[in-house]
């Protein structure tokens, strides 16, 4: 027991008579050398963009349209009018709902009332657990030339106009 004890105590001294352990290669945190401040990089000549300039890109929607549009309420708000629609689905668990602007012509402003269908088979259910709200806001510079909002469903539209 007195002999590892004496080595260890050898080994102590020998070590704390180098240099001091914070630069020693016993430290870990020297084991990958010291950091060293990075030389800035030059600005490259050429700015590439990440997409090109002719790229066009489509997006695809596979959303339906809700079933029946129940009713659509255009609430006034400090930015502009906040467009609401409440719509019942034709089975449960479509989720995923948004007013997607379709267009603007002559002082009408028509949105399509999507939803997205449920992956598995859900049953139909009550009214109650099929209905859906959604809100989309509209600025006041967009508000500025409607007259009308008409927002379709796959059986009906409804439209609320000033």
Do not use: H, K
């Amino acid at each position: 027991m007195l002999r590892p004890a004496v080595t260890a105590l050898c080994l102590a001294l020998t070590l704390s008579g180098c240099a001091r352990l914070a630069d020693s290669r016993m430290n870990p945190m020297n084991w990958f050398g010291n950091g060293r401040q990075a030389t800035e990089a030059t600005a490259p000549q050429e700015v590439r963009p990440l997409v090109p300039e002719g790229r066009q890109v489509q997006v695809v929607d596979g959303r339906v349209l809700i079933a029946t549009v129940d009713v659509v309420e255009v609430l006034r708000s400090p930015s502009g009018a906040i467009l609401r629609a409440t719509g019942t689905a034709s089975r449960q668990g479509y989720f995923n709902a948004e007013l997607v602007l379709v267009s603007v012509e002559n002082g009408t402003a028509t949105y399509d009332f999507r939803v997205e269908a449920p992956g598995e088979f859900t049953t139909d259910g009550p009214a109650q657990s099929r209905r859906i709200t959604v809100a989309e806001p509209i600025s006041a510079e967009e508000l500025a030339g409607i007259r009308r909002i008409v927002v379709r469903g796959a059986s009906n539209s409804r439209s609320a106009s000033r």
